[in-house]
Structure formats: C-alpha cells, structure tokens
C-alpha cells in the first residue's frame, strides 16, 4: 500500500502515510498551454490511498485526473474536505444537485470513500459505493486543552451541535448551542441566548468556516454577555473573502482547524482518523 495525493492535500498525505508506516508516491503536477492540467504518477502498488481535497474545481479535476492515473490499483480515496457537499438539495426547477453529481464522478475506479466531518452525511449515500464519514471533534478539542483549562464551547446553531458535544467531550466541558437564521450567503441572525458564559473563556465551534458571519455575529454577542475571551475552532478551514482578517477584528482571539485544508495555521491533524478509518 502507498499514498498518493493531489496538490492540495501533500501535506496530509505524508503525514497519514507515515501513520499507515508506508510511503508516499511521486507525482508531477503541469498545466498544458491552454490551462489543461496535466499530470504523471511515479510507481504504484497493489492498492493506494488517494488523497485530495476539493477546494476549487481545479483541485476537483485534478482529483479526478489522479483517480484515474491510479486505475491499474486498488484504490482507497480519501477526501478530507469534499467542496460541493454543501449543496445537496435543489430548491429550484433546474438546478443540479451538485453533491450528487460530484460524488458519483469521484466513486469511478474506487472501492471505498472516507470523509472528514462532511457537512451531512446523506451525501455519502451518492458515492453508491461504501463511505464513511469520520469526525475531528475529540481532536479539536484535545488541541484546545493545550491552551485552555475551562472553556464553554459553543455551536452556533442546531446542526453544529453534535460536532461541539464532541468537542467538548475531550475536556468535559460544558456546551449549547444558539439560535441561528441565515439571511443570505454571508448575513445570518442569531437570537440571544442566556448563557453561563459571564468571564469564561468561550470557543465558538463548527464544522466549516467559510466568510466567518456567523462566528463573528456570535462573538459580537457573547462579548456583550460578559465572555472573557472568545476563541474560534473548526474542521476545515474555507476562509473564504477575508474571513481570517474579519474574525480577528471582532475580536476572536486565536482560531483552530485542521489540514483538510492545509493552512499555515492549521494545528489539528486529521492523518490519524483518516489512517485508522483505511485499516479498519
């Protein structure tokens, strides 16, 4: 068994590769003139674990590329963070269902699929073959202990809730949840909430932080409450339009995620769940 992985995961993928106690493989990364990506694989095994993050459409069609290159192997793939995941339902006549479709063109030429703490995970469902899901709450939260002693972690909404009782379940924490309504893709409203939270250390915790609204309407709030310090804590790390600046301007006074996303700041590493879920 080896591990081959795309651009945006090379990181992750020797970490895991050095978890599993196996190498990694060579691959040369080009673009044709037109802008066509181009790629080759060095020597491969029996069976590999494929590795790549869609962050973008170009990190998807190099997914698919290196699929592909591996079709003479046994393949495991491995998509730490699956872009397109979070629209999973059509809300209007003639809209694709994008999960559906990106799911089942990645399930071509492999025999199972692993996530990391995909936003729903119906999705896995459209893989058609067999795909698990694995989570990076309790690490989020061990890497949290290293600086905190005593903080109330908190979802910013219903569906992050279980992630944060993951979280918090590495310190024994105390947690809730708020009340939150999305106005558009970067605007949502949150309805106060009495919380225990007068001069504690609170960690706003979620799945996926993208443009940052919603932590920073969350922080906005809890500062108000009384909180001490506020803290920011996810999965993967989108930071999308500015959001590291807007969340450091609204106070968050450190932010932690992982290398689904491979960030310069990324301190919580999903290699051992994702080298745990290959051998099982």
Not at 245 to 255: F, M, Q, V
Request: aromatic fraction near 6%; include cysteine.
């Amino acid at each position: 068994m080896k591990v081959i992985s795309t651009e945006y995961s090379q990181v992750l993928g020797a970490k895991v590769a050095e978890r599993l106690g196996t190498g990694v493989v060579d691959v040369r990364f080009s673009r044709f003139p037109d802008g066509e990506q181009y790629l080759r694989t060095g020597p491969l095994d029996g069976k590999t674990v494929i590795i790549g993050s869609v962050v973008n459409s170009h990190a998807l069609i190099q997914l698919l590329l290196l699929i592909d290159a591996c079709s003479k192997s046994e393949n495991i793939l491995v998509v730490p963070y699956m872009g397109y995941a979070r629209q999973d339902r059509q809300f209007n006549e003639g809209e694709p269902l994008s999960a559906r479709a990106v799911a089942g063109a990645l399930a071509r030429g492999v025999s199972r699929v692993i996530t990391v703490n995909i936003h729903d995970e119906r999705v896995l469902s459209h893989f058609r073959i067999p795909a698990v899901n694995v989570t990076l709450g309790y690490d989020v939260g061990r890497e949290l202990k290293k600086s905190l002693t005593d903080p109330f972690i908190v979802a910013p909404d219903d569906g992050a809730r279980y992630f944060a009782e993951q979280v918090a379940l590495a310190g024994k924490w105390d947690m809730d949840h708020l009340d939150k309504t999305r106005v558009s893709g970067d605007t949502v409203t949150i309805e106060p909430k009495n919380l225990d939270i007068k001069n504690r250390d609170v960690v706003i915790v979620d799945d996926i932080i993208s443009t940052g609204g919603t932590i920073a309407t969350a922080a906005s709030m809890m500062y108000r409450e009384g909180a001490k310090t506020i803290h920011a804590a996810c999965v993967h790390g989108v930071f999308t339009g500015g959001a590291y600046t807007h969340l450091k301007s609204a106070g968050i006074r450190d932010i932690t995620c992982s290398d689904t996303i491979e960030r310069a700041f990324s301190t919580t590493s999903a290699a051992g769940v994702i080298a745990e879920a290959v051998q099982e």
